[in-house]
DNA sequence: AAATGAACTTAGTAATTCTCAT
DNA sequence: ATGAGAATTACTAAGTTCATTT
């Protein structure tokens, strides 16, 4: 079966408007469950985790590398000229000579116990080192290089010197981080479940405490004057900053917040705070703004002061040794109190999120780690030494109850080999695609119910890259639906819709409240499944009642080991991506055009993946300025067209034999064509703008596009990574641009 | 076999920082 | 130098999946 996945996503999609799509008679409950347990756990376990990477026939170059014994690589010293070549054309087509480079920067080094305290960078060092041995003419011509790079259309106001030495700087700290990075991929994996094999960290870190209001901003209550207790007015403050925004408007949040607020008065204040409509937070509100607009006005200095503090927070908790590299922690802060902002029609929205505690939060580390210390005078919850978890504390919250944990940043290889696996298991599906569509075209016409709904909603998965839609508790959570918890309100049935047969109108609410809004010709068998399904019931019944993501994801891995339902959006994701990308760009493009063309492919990912955004506020203003730069070139270039003919002519009349006047022709023609170019790469860049109004690119950029293939196409096409990630996607996806080569294929 | 718990990925928005034209 | 607008980063909610408990 061939397949353009995003083939039949093309009609009408919008931002859902509030409460637009409204849940009705909502039943969760079965009609009848039968769930068989097979019992496919161990196989999976078994069958996917220890050889993951390995056990293919593939033999992608990639994959060998994996198994490049680490001790080789790592003995190598640097040699500068190849890290020279590295930095300056970080990814050319050519070869890298790369592997060999890798610095065996900290050896698990016998005093095992270096890992420091305060986790003290552990390439200090090295740093002195390396400036001096990397010969001051070596970094000037890569000064140089650079430049050619990015033209600087410097008007140097400063000394040129001044220049030099930033530019000088911000390569010396590239190339430190080059040498600094921990090549994990190169290294073995670990046994089953183990994620590592020592850990250390200096706990997260805890939002500052409640500041009381100053003695001249003043709350009233039915236009009398009121002095809070500072727990009430903590919380009144959460309220007051939200003034502005939408939230506070809402019954439901507002509601929620009353209540939760009155828990936290003293039982004076609740007895006279009855009504929220008497309450007067506007003077809380004007000190707050004028608090955030002091601070947009600080001094270029009193800024500094800030943002230096800020780094001296981050150096301290922000980051952790993992294994004896230094790793970067995703979210080290404990998430501060504040009134919960739940999305779509949340029943808890404006809920006290309360503040946590240090009694509250776990710690995991190694057992040979220091242990963190926590604030003075409080302890933790409890210390636990899990090596088979990622996390390096945890602590339950308010809300949902549900547990919210520290963990690492993306760059990391915690998480970076996490990712790697998955496209590694979304190409395996690639490999029995076939089979599994055929398996459920087959049970589409099969006797037993379960069977048809399981076959419909695969159908529906793979086709449509809907998520799997676990099922949620009534009036926890805004009501939002996947695939199989798809209520019989949610499509609409045409046996003929402008033109196509078999038309299924999808309208529902999925992840984050984000509307789906399709119409789809589907194959007659579907069609007339669903609309069995559909019989006799009621709106707010479940389409697929026999059917739950557990009863689907069980049959998915007997199919495939590791094959669960998300599976399908990576895969047709990743796949849409290397097809579209074969099929709009030219090597003959320039390079705007051809990243027009990889941005397209892009889109038509996320189009399919349904990653919408609001569109930006200033959108049609900043749409309309890039209009009338165009529109100002433009007659730029006829004037320079009509300048250029000009100087012909005059050329032509005095002969052509006159060397100044063909200069001057010379001079016209490139004028021109300066200017074409300049009006080309505006008006691509309009183009790419407008098609990209609704939609957002950087969800399936950084979660379903096997970085590999943009890799693969950079090379391909001649185009710097640089142009398709910036640096923080350069970092996450620092494996698959160091393995891949040009012949990658998906 | 259903509910609950745990761990981890995916997601959009808000805040902050950067960049470029004026 | 400045300020608007773009780009990036921070934040944390909302999913999926698998394991465990009831």
Redesign the pocket.
């Known amino acids: 079966m061939t397949q353009t996945p995003y083939k039949c996503i093309v009609m009408g999609r919008e931002?859902c408007v509030e409460g637009e799509v409204k849940a009705k008679s909502r039943k969760?409950?079965?009609l009848d469950?039968?769930?068989?347990?097979g019992d496919f756990?161990?196989l999976?376990?078994h069958s996917t985790k220890p050889m993951k990477f390995t056990e293919e026939a593939n033999n992608e170059k990639s994959q060998k590398k994996v198994k490049t014994p680490k001790a080789e690589i790592q003995q190598v010293s640097i040699c500068s000229d190849a890290l020279k070549e590295e930095t300056m054309e970080a990814f050319s087509t050519k070869k890298k000579s790369l592997k060999r480079k890798r610095v065996k920067d900290e050896p698990r080094d016998g005093s095992s116990h270096s890992v420091s305290p305060r986790l003290k960078r552990k390439t200090d060092e090295s740093e002195e080192e390396t400036r001096e041995r990397h010969s001051k003419k070596r970094i000037e011509k890569s000064i140089k290089k650079e430049e050619e790079h990015?033209p600087l259309?410097k008007?140097a106001?400063r000394t040129k010197e001044e220049i030099e030495e930033a530019k000088l700087l911000k390569i010396q700290k590239k190339e430190e981080e080059e040498k600094s990075r921990w090549r994990w991929w190169e290294e073995e994996k670990y046994e089953d479940g183990v994620?590592w094999k020592s850990l250390e960290h200096n706990g997260p870190y805890f939002p500052p405490e409640y500041q009381p209001l100053p003695d001249d901003v003043h709350f009233y209550y039915d236009g009398k004057k009121m002095k809070l207790s500072a727990a009430a007015e903590e919380v009144a403050l959460f309220f007051a900053?939200m003034l502005d925004?939408?939230y506070t408007t809402k019954k439901v949040f507002r509601e929620n917040f009353f209540k939760d607020w009155r828990k936290e008065m003293s039982p004076e204040e609740r007895s006279v705070i009855q009504d929220l409509d008497k309450c007067d937070f506007s003077k809380i509100h004007a000190m707050h703004k004028a608090k955030?607009e002091a601070?947009?006005n600080l001094t270029?200095e009193e800024?500094q002061t800030?943002?230096e503090a800020?780094q001296k927070i981050?150096e301290e908790f922000?980051y952790c040794l993992l294994d004896h590299h230094k790793e970067r922690i995703?979210?080290?802060?404990?998430?501060?109190p504040?009134l919960?902002?739940?999305?779509?029609e949340?029943p808890?929205?404006g809920m006290l999120?309360k503040r946590i505690q240090p009694e509250e939060v776990?710690i995991?580390c190694s057992k040979d780690a220091r242990v963190p210390d926590p604030p003075p005078g409080h302890r933790w919850k409890e210390v636990r030494h899990?090596n088979?978890?990622?996390?390096l504390a945890?602590w339950?919250?308010n809300?949902?109850?549900?547990?919210?944990?520290i963990?690492l940043?993306?760059n990391s290889k915690?998480?970076g080999e996490?990712?790697w696996e998955?496209y590694e298991i979304a190409r395996k599906l690639k490999s029995c695609v076939d089979d599994i569509r055929n398996t459920y075209m087959r049970d589409l016409k099969s006797k037993e119910m379960v069977t048809r709904q399981r076959a419909v909603a695969l159908y529906f998965i793979d086709e449509l890259a809907?998520?799997?839609?676990?099922?949620?508790?009534e009036g926890e959570?805004?009501d939002?639906?996947?695939?199989?918890?798809l209520r019989v309100e949610h499509i609409t049935l045409h046996e003929q819709l402008d033109g196509n047969q078999c038309v299924v109108e999808f309208d529902f609410?999925?992840?984050?409240?984000?509307r789906y809004y399709n119409k789809v010709p589907v194959i007659s068998k579907v069609f007339k499944s669903l609309k069995r399904f559909m019989d006799n019931k009621e709106p707010g019944d479940e389409l697929f009642d026999r059917l739950?993501?557990?009863l689907?994801?069980?049959h998915?891995?007997s199919l495939m080991p590791?094959?669960?339902?998300?599976?399908?959006?990576?895969y047709n994701a990743s796949i849409t991506l290397q097809q579209q990308l074969k099929e709009l760009s030219n090597k003959s493009d320039n390079v705007a055009e051809k990243l027009l063309s990889y941005n397209r492919a892009n889109r038509a990912v996320?189009i399919l993946?349904?990653?919408?955004?609001?569109p930006?506020k200033?959108?049609e203003?900043?749409?309309a300025?890039?209009q009338a730069?165009i529109d100002?070139r433009k007659e730029q270039l006829a004037l320079a067209k009509s300048e250029l003919k000009q100087a012909k002519k005059e050329a032509k009349d005095k002969g052509s034999s006159d060397g100044k006047l063909q200069a001057v022709v010379e001079r016209k023609k490139a004028a021109v064509k300066r200017c074409e170019e300049q009006l080309l790469k505006m008006e691509v860049q309009a183009t790419d703008?407008e098609e990209n109004k609704q939609i957002?690119l950087?969800?399936?950029k950084?979660?379903?596009l096997d970085p590999r293939i943009s890799v693969a196409w950079c090379k391909n096409m001649d185009v710097p990574i640089e142009k398709i990630y910036?640096?923080?996607?350069r970092e996450k996806f620092a494996w698959a641009i160091d393995m891949t080569e040009a012949d990658f294929e998906f």
């Not at 939002?480 to 918890?485: F, H, I, L």
């Not at 910036?726 to 996607?729: G, L, P, S, V």
Request: hydrophobic share 25%.
């Open positions: 931002k969760l409950k079965k469950g039968g769930e068989s347990s756990g161990d999976i376990k990015h259309p008007k106001k994620k900053q925004h939408e955030v601070r947009k270029k800024k800030l943002k800020n981050v922000g995703g979210n080290f802060k404990i998430e501060p504040g919960f902002r739940g999305r779509g949340h808890k929205q999120k776990i995991n899990d088979t978890v990622t996390w945890s339950t919250e809300i949902q109850s549900s547990i919210k944990y963990m940043n993306a915690l998480k996490k990712d998955k809907l998520r799997a839609g676990n099922e949620k508790e959570t805004a939002t639906v996947g695939c199989c918890s609410l999925g992840k984050d409240s984000i739950n993501t557990s689907l994801n069980k998915l891995s590791g094959l669960t339902a998300k599976v399908f959006r990576t996320a993946c349904n990653h919408q955004r609001a930006p200033t959108f203003q900043s749409m300025n890039l730069k100002a703008r957002a950087g969800t399936s950084l979660n379903y910036n640096k923080t996607q």
